[in-house]
């Protein structure tokens, strides 16, 4: 069965690794990867005087904090995370997977995000490793917008 280009891109799934990361709408960083993008919910069993007879009802309850997760390799003259959690301001940031000419198709708008940990890399003599740092965010909230 013979399917034309147009049908694999619309329906092919997008590579992980075609993403972009925006803060406070203009500066564009690179990441060497990026976690935690989730809503996940609490849940609620709720018993009532019926329930022997119809079962319990299952109660989606407040939403978990939203902890995102920023790695990038150690440069140098690049101390952009570590200024952001010295002020500790809280800032939005985009998250944009891209096609293949690279236009956002998925973007994950974090907003108010808040560093709270800065972790410098593992530093061992016997590997040829990158040298990796990592910022963790908690974030208000998360929207994610699918571009057309």
């Avoid at 147009?6 to 972009?20: E, F, K, M, S």
Wanted: overall charge negative; hydrophobic content about 40%; aromatic content about 8%.
């Amino acid at each position: 069965m013979a399917t034309d280009k147009q049908r694999i891109i619309d329906t092919y799934p997008l590579p992980a690794y075609n993403y972009q990361v925006i803060i406070e709408g203009s500066e564009v960083m690179s990441f060497s990867d990026v976690s935690g993008l989730e809503i996940d919910h609490e849940h609620v069993l709720y018993r009532h005087g019926f329930s022997w007879v119809v079962g319990d009802h299952l109660i989606r309850a407040q939403r978990k904090p939203i902890n995102v997760t920023l790695k990038r390799g150690v440069v140098k003259q690049r101390s952009y995370l570590y200024d952001w959690i010295k002020t500790g301001d809280k800032k939005d940031i985009r998250i944009e997977l891209c096609d293949e000419v690279g236009m956002a198709v998925v973007s994950w708008d974090v907003s108010r995000a808040l560093p709270f940990k800065l972790d410098a890399p593992a530093f061992s003599a016997s590997s040829s490793d990158v040298a990796i740092e990592s910022l963790d965010l908690i974030a208000h909230d998360l929207r994610i917008t699918h571009n057309e």
